[in-house]
């Protein structure tokens, strides 16, 4: 027979080996074959091959090359050596005695079934008895093996490239190098034929406990066989660099070299068009199916429900008339597409059902699992084999896509089989839990948005008897420096007292600087925000230390009069009296009368900012009673309306749990907006009685959290997603092309662009005081930046991890399970962390990235499932960022791109861009771009194209005029073009970004 791995197939239930392929078998001894000579070279016997002799002994030899394949992964005689280390390696660990002696035997019977004379080859039935033989009895077999304790080989992965064939274009892969010696490793990669294929880099060197990225370059071609590149490893010494590894380095005698082939697999492509529907029909810019939704605004992705409208609208598409699906496989997708329904409706009303919680949330997980699975059905497919059934290979690929689609249904239609059947261990009634009434949300929603106004209430005595502080010393000749600070719990309203103090004396002042802390201080940032608020250019300042950055700080303030806010000082392990003393002394005193406010929560901190001054130390004390009656009462009826009689006693009761706290009292007020039922008033009084414990802050927190539960769903949706940021202080104005791209914002039944309909949830989230306004603009007064309350954002990075909506990684907690969106912050210990999790899965199905790690950017370029990509690049060494690999992204909405420290870098992107065809915002801030590419006329969705960084602008294609959807261009050089375009729609805005 012609045995060799490929016929040799497994049954997907029992994993039972099963042997394909009879050509050359006999039915006995005396038989004989005649004829030319068939089979595959490498397996077959010399003496069949060479004389076209059989016997049972071509099968052994046939079956020693198997042996030496699966141990070795190679056909042939191998060196023993050689791959104990390798299986070292693959083991990740010291292998024991008896495990490297159960690697030989297999070794050993596979080189005896290959000897050239059929007569020395062994018998089947010594085979089985040498391979089954028991393990040795002897207690040292257990202990580890002294000569591979360490692992001294360089990690490759993958170890196998699956390329479609008939690629009409170049293709590109990434191969990742892995050093998890104490050794430097030097590689070289050589391709089999080196015309056709390239390495970038094809040499170098990677340190120790590190990794290393490759680029791998096929040509558009169709190849039917398997190509490859040979990667040879060795050590090295320390100190070398990449330019110095030269190809004879691995042929020096005495040197260990290991050598690894790299294989390349061209899989048969299908066309799915066939099958499916056009790809537009799935987008959320098409119109909604509403076979399985009862209205459009269903459809949108939240914290409640997951993606859940959002796969129930795909999958009515999926059964439409337009495409070609097998009966049977429509009749499964309505069968679970119903159970699935229901599951929507049921899931707002077990929100607050603690007792189900679990179950809710393995639905939601569902969800985003399904939606993955219907949007791979729309990327290219190749053909590749799989575990659950025979080999496909063999199959035409119009067959094996039908198989192909007909797997993912009957997986969909297990997992949603498998939830529901999970569902009878939880005993309760759907129908006997109340849900939030969507009509009531929606008219809060407007209720709110009318409240985005700033209400300051008792802001002015406070606002002036500090302002007379600070004039108590005129403008005497003092070269110290003023320092005042203000000290309260959080919630008190510091940050407030000390911006009105800010904005009141902006024309006595400059430069001025208002800088947010936090709790992780970093004294180059904070000199930075001091440099860059006081209008220093930002640009090349990451280059520069602590000791550079002072030095500029203080040749720019000397002879300036000068106010410096410093809000929200911590006391940490980053926080000490050093700390404090580096930022001190990079504030120059002069005679001008100079001034700088420090805000913080703790009292020793405000201390050492007024060590030498200790009447500068103001306490901030909670609203008095009648101005926290009129804040409540304000906030709720409007300025001077009364409250009703009947609302008088409760509204004195739930004041005075308040304790003058003005964000306890503006979050209680929120619930009660638009409802004057005494019944409503008074079960928040209850429930919030009930709820009185602990200090003041974790009053705080107990209210902020009855706010956060009382949200609309779409609202809080909206507001976990703030906690992808690191600091409170961010533009989230850019956050509503973000929300969109979610898909958060409900499709709006009144012809409103849904950005329109993400700035009523800002607004709202404004009205009801989760997020408070940092900066409007001058001349218009639009809000330009929010802020988020500490106290608030760290509730919302509490609920964004319980409900697993958003993962900040930043070193401070492990990784696990699937995570939907990721944020990844500065943090050089945790590249190991994310490799790690990109390895095992846990960010495979990831859909929103917040990168502020420039070397990590090609590793989220795989993942294809991402949807909104935010990257803030800084300075290295790298040569400027790489995004030509984005095309990978298919499912791409959002793409930005800035600097954290607002310099100019080069950025690359693809020469054709045309495959990301959901793609709506381009957003490329302080980029150094001279070209978009050339087929960016042909995205037909995309409004905001935005670039900034090059001087002159960024030159855009001809028939820029397609863009029919363009409703915000910037940085754009071609007047021709925009004049057209302008002509056309007059929807282009000129100006800065926004």
């Not at 020395?120 to 391979?131: G, T």
């Not at 979610?742 to 949830?761: H, M, R, W």
């Not at 800035?898 to 870098?905: A, G, K, L, M």
Request: aromatic share 6%; glycine share 6%.
């Amino acid at each position: 027979m012609d045995l060799k791995p490929a016929n040799i197939l497994l049954d997907g239930k029992n994993m039972v080996p099963k042997i394909t392929d009879f050509d050359l078998s006999r039915p006995d001894e005396n038989s004989h074959t005649t004829g030319q000579c068939v089979g595959t070279q490498g397996y077959i016997a010399p003496e069949y091959r060479d004389a076209s002799k059989t016997s049972m002994k071509c099968d052994i030899y046939s079956l020693g090359v198997v042996i030496i394949e699966l141990v070795t992964g190679c056909k042939g005689l191998p060196d023993e050596h050689k791959v104990l280390r390798r299986w070292r390696h693959r083991w990740s660990k010291p292998p024991t005695i008896l495990q490297l002696q159960q690697v030989t035997r297999c070794i050993k019977i596979g080189v005896r079934c290959r000897e050239k004379k059929p007569e020395h080859r062994p018998p089947i039935s010594e085979i089985i008895s040498f391979l089954g033989e028991p393990a040795s009895t002897d207690d040292h077999t257990s202990q580890i093996c002294p000569d591979y304790n360490e692992d001294d080989m360089l990690g490759i992965k993958p170890l196998e490239l699956r390329l479609p064939s008939e690629g009409k274009k170049e293709i590109s892969c990434s191969v990742e190098l892995t050093n998890d010696t104490a050794n430097c490793i030097a590689f070289n990669i050589q391709p089999s034929r080196p015309r056709l294929y390239g390495a970038q880099p094809n040499k170098g060197i990677v340190r120790p406990q590190s990794k290393y990225g490759v680029k791998i370059t096929v040509p558009p071609q169709h190849i039917e066989h398997v190509e490859k590149f040979i990667i040879k490893s060795r050590k090295v010494s320390e100190g070398l660099g990449d330019e110095t590894i030269i190809e004879c380095m691995f042929e020096e005698a005495g040197i260990v070299v290991d050598e690894v082939d790299l294989k390349i697999k061209y899989n048969p492509i299908f066309e799915k068009s066939k099958l499916l529907p056009e790809r537009a029909i799935f987008s959320r810019h098409y119109h909604t199916n509403m076979k399985y939704l009862q209205e459009e605004s269903d459809q949108a992705v939240d914290v409640t429900r997951g993606a859940m409208g959002s796969v129930l609208d795909k999958l009515g598409k999926l059964i439409t008339e337009e495409n070609n699906l097998e009966h049977n496989m429509k009749i499964d997708i309505e069968s679970f597409s119903q159970e699935l329904m229901k599951l929507h409706l049921d899931l707002p009303k077990l929100e607050k059902h603690d007792g189900v919680k679990f179950w809710v949330n393995e639905v939601k997980e569902l969800s985003y699992k399904i939606e993955d699975m219907v949007d791979g059905l729309l990327v290219p497919v190749e053909h590749e084999s799989t575990s659950s059934e025979l080999s496909d290979e063999g199959l035409d690929p119009w067959q094996y896509a039908i198989n192909h689609i007909g797997r993912v249904i009957k997986d969909i239609k297990n997992k949603v089989q498998c939830v529901t059947d999970n569902r009878n261990m939880y005993n309760f009634d759907v129908n006997n839990v109340l849900a939030n009434v969507k009509a009531k949300a929606t008219t809060g929603l407007q209720i709110w948005a009318k409240k985005d106004k700033e209400e300051l209430i008792g802001i002015e005595k406070p606002r002036d008897e500090l302002i007379s502080l600070f004039e108590e010393d005129g403008n005497v000749p003092n070269n110290k420096l003023k320092i005042f600070s203000i000290v309260g719990m959080g919630g008190l309203g510091k940050t407030t007292l000390v911006k009105a103090v800010y904005d009141k004396l902006e024309a006595q002042y400059h430069p001025m600087a208002f800088v947010k802390v936090g709790q992780n201080v970093d004294v180059k940032v904070v000199l930075k925000n001091i440099l860059t608020g006081c209008g220093k250019d930002a640009t090349n300042m990451e280059h520069l230390d602590v000791e550079q950055l002072t030095s500029q700080l203080q040749q720019l303030l000397m002879y300036e009069r000068y106010f410096i806010v410093i809000d929200d000082l911590w006391d940490s392990e980053t926080m000490n009296n050093e700390t404090w003393d580096t930022i001190k002394f990079a504030l120059p005193g002069n005679n001008y009368g100079i001034r700088v406010i420090t805000t913080t929560r703790i009292d020793h901190v405000a201390r050492a900012c007024c060590y030498d001054e200790m009447k500068c130390i103001r306490m901030m004390n909670p609203l008095s009673d009648n101005d926290s009656r009129t804040l409540f009462l304000s906030r709720i009826f409007g300025p001077k309306e009364p409250c009703p009689d009947a609302l008088k006693d409760i509204s004195i009761h739930i004041l005075k749990r308040c304790g003058g706290l003005p964000l306890a009292i503006n979050s209680i007020a929120n619930l009660l907006i638009g409802d004057q039922r005494r019944s409503t008033w008074d079960d928040v009084r209850q429930n919030w009685s009930a709820m009185m414990k602990g200090n003041a802050l974790e009053r705080m927190n107990q209210i902020l959290d009855l706010s956060y539960v009382h949200l609309p769903y779409q609202l809080k949706t909206c507001l976990l997603y703030v906690g992808m940021y690191q600091n409170s202080n961010k533009d989230l104005h850019h956050m509503l092309r973000k929300w969109v791209a979610e898909g958060f914002v409900e499709k709006s039944t009144n012809d409103e662009v849904d950005e329109d309909v993400a700035e009523l949830y800002l607004r709202a989230l404004r009205g009801m005081c989760m997020l408070q306004v940092d900066k409007v603009g001058y001349c218009n007064g639009d809000v330009l930046h929010y802020r988020v309350h500490p106290i608030m954002l760290d509730l919302i990075r509490v609920k964004a991890a319980i409900e697993n909506f958003i993962h900040v990684i930043d070193g401070s907690k492990s990784m696990g399970g699937d995570i939907h969106r990721v944020s990844v912050h500065h943090n050089d210990k945790v590249d190991k962390q994310i490799w790690g999790a990109i390895e095992e899965g846990s960010l495979s199905h990831v859909r929103s990235v917040f990168l502020r790690r420039s070397s990590l950017v090609p590793y989220f370029l795989e993942l294809k499932y991402v949807r909104v990509l935010h990257i803030e690049y800084k300075y290295s060494s790298m040569d400027g960022l790489d995004l030509t690999g984005i095309n990978r992204l298919s499912l791409l909405w959002y793409l930005k791109v800035s600097s954290v420290d607002e310099s100019i870098y080069e950025l690359k992107l693809p020469s054709k861009i045309g495959d990301l065809q959901e793609l709506e915002t381009i957003d490329l801030h302080n980029a150094s771009l001279k070209n978009y590419p050339s087929d960016i006329v042909s995205l037909p969705w995309l409004r905001h194209l935005i670039s900034t960084g090059n001087k002159v602008g960024v030159v855009l294609p001809d028939e820029i005029e397609r863009l029919e959807t363009l409703r915000t261009l910037v940085g754009g050089l071609n007047g021709r073009s925009v004049h057209t375009l302008v002509e056309k729609r007059a929807m282009v805005q000129a100006g800065p970004a926004h």
